[in-house]
Nanobody
Framework: QVRLVESGGGLVQPGGSLRLSCEAS????????IGWFRQAPGKEREGVSY????????YYTDSVKGRFTISRDNAKNTVYLQMNSLKPEDTAIYYC??????????????????WGQGTQVTVSS
């Protein structure tokens, strides 16, 4: 069982930065992975990034490579998504999700069992 709470969203101008946080609680397993996803109005949920809590291995979708950085603080049970050089097309609700098993496709939302409530990111001038 994993409970997730996201924070850090907001309104930012193009080219600006935001840092999202995903705090996990009620974790009853030794291994899990966290994925960040986003969903814009009228679009499907899209995988953005993934990190393994145990070894820190990570993965990004092509559209955010070089701009977003995922990291973890195991002592705080928190995963961060640092988002730089934000673009209007990054506007979406961002969700973090947890997988406690084996992941075949890290950016596939169907691989994840537990979801946070989401945080809105709006990039606009």
């Amino acid at each position: 069982q994993v409970r997730l709470v996201e924070s850090g969203g907001g309104l930012v101008q193009p080219g600006g930065s935001l840092r999202l946080s995903c705090e996990a609680s009620e974790v009853t397993v030794d291994y899990y992975a966290i994925g960040w996803f986003r969903q814009a109005p009228g679009k499907e949920r899209e995988g953005v990034s993934y990190i393994s809590i145990s070894d820190g291995s990570n993965y990004y979708t092509d559209s955010v490579k070089g701009r977003f950085t995922i990291s973890r603080d195991n002592a705080k049970n928190t995963v961060y998504l640092q988002m730089n050089s934000l673009k209007p097309e990054d506007t979406a609700i961002y969700y973090c999700a947890a997988n406690t098993g084996v992941i075949a496709y890290p950016l596939d939302p169907y691989e994840y069992e537990y979801w946070g409530q989401g945080t809105q990111v709006t990039v606009s001038s």
